[in-house]
Nanobody
Framework: QVQLVESGGGLVQAGGSLRLSCVASGRTFSNRMGWFRQAPGKEREFAAA????????AYADSVKGRFTISRDNVQNTVYLQMNSLKPEDTAVYYC???????????????????WGQGTQVTVSS
């Protein structure tokens, strides 16, 4: 069992930055991890993923070049640094843990089996 708790969301003006954190507990923090987001009335969508070591990362085209995912395996924490934020980035952001160990980094919600409760990010224009 893995528990995930996100923090760091808030209200920011367009062009600003936020850093989200996700602390994992319950067992060894060795999963591939991902960040997803869900805007009102829309499906949950992939934002970024990171390998177990942190060496490999993957991003949705909509956030590439603006968001950076990283992890600290000593602190059992995964981060999402979000720069140059846009109003369309407004959503609830979720971190998730995947049981997959090989192949491309997972991008689908059904490839993740543990989810946090989410943190709201609102970007004003």
């Amino acid at each position: 069992q893995v528990q995930l708790v996100e923090s760091g969301g808030g209200l920011v003006q367009a062009g600003g930055s936020l850093r989200l954190s996700c602390v994992a507990s319950g067992r060894t923090f060795s999963n591939r991890m991902g960040w997803f987001r869900q805007a009102p009335g829309k499906e949950r969508e992939f934002a970024a993923a990171i390998s177990r070591s942190g060496t490999n990362t993957a991003y949705a085209d909509s956030v590439k070049g603006r968001f950076t995912i990283s992890r600290d395996n000593v602190q059992n924490t995964v981060y999402l640094q979000m720069n140059s934020l846009k109003p369309e980035d407004t959503a609830v952001y979720y971190c998730a843990a995947s049981p997959s160990m090989w192949g491309p980094l997972p991008r689908r919600t059904d490839e993740y089996d543990y989810w946090g409760q989410g943190t709201q990010v609102t970007v004003s224009s």
